[in-house]
């Protein structure tokens, strides 16, 4: 069961290069966004607990609701990259297809923003062979999750089924979406929650 959740071993050794958990304390991260109403949610509410997180972001969703990419850098938080059309790789994409949808939404993040992005993290954590080169190439590391919460399922009990097996240098994976939204605030409720019932940090710290 808990493979579901936290990727096997296995393979966190075998692509040690990708950040699959912080030095120390543990890192909520939200991918898909910016979103109309959503985002606005998610930050009151990290604001209200003190967290700083990284949000990875859909380049076409950015250049729909800038003012908002924007909100996100000025109240403290990070974003990382999340392609440009939230692209799924698989078997038949070009390498040249993959760097597009990443250099393109750098480029939107910089414009919107003036942000130098720093992380990548593919949709739905689908990578090929060459995947990290290109990522590599514009300066970035690969970030997955070490805790997928399955928020976009919009079942808080499949939340906090995941959080059972939350690490005190857990990367957390939720969503800043509309299949999410209706629980996302309660899904950030219930992982403060279990952090400090736990005794660990809430402020991160990146290898």
Not at 58 to 76: D, Q, T
Not at 138 to 157: A, E, V
Not at 167 to 184: A, E, Q
Request: contains cysteine; glycine residues 6%.
């Amino acid at each position: 069961m808990r493979l579901k959740y936290d990727p096997p071993r296995i393979i966190k050794k075998y692509l040690n290069d990708y950040i699959w958990e912080t030095n120390s304390g543990v890192l909520l991260t939200f991918d898909d966004g910016p979103t109309e109403y959503y985002t606005r949610v998610i930050l009151d509410k990290l604001e209200e607990y003190n967290l700083k997180s990284i949000f990875f972001v859909v380049g076409e969703n950015v250049k729909r609701f800038p003012s908002l990419a924007r909100l996100i850098i000025e109240k403290g938080h990070e974003i990382g990259n999340h392609t440009m059309r939230h692209y799924r790789s698989n078997i038949f994409s070009s390498l040249n297809m993959i760097a597009n949808e990443v250099e393109n939404c750098n480029k939107m993040i910089c414009d919107t923003t003036g942000f130098n992005v720093r992380f990548f993290r593919p949709p739905h954590g689908r990578v090929k062979p060459g995947y990290y080169q290109i990522v590599k190439s514009f300066n970035m590391k690969m970030m997955l999750w070490s805790c997928l919460t399955y928020d976009y399922s919009g079942n808080i009990d499949i939340v906090d089924r995941s959080l059972r097996y939350l690490r005190s240098n857990s990367i957390i994976t939720l969503h800043d979406s509309l299949k999410s939204g209706k629980i996302i605030s309660n899904a950030i409720d219930n992982c403060v929650s279990k952090i400090l019932i736990k005794g660990f940090d809430k402020d991160w710290m990146l290898k």
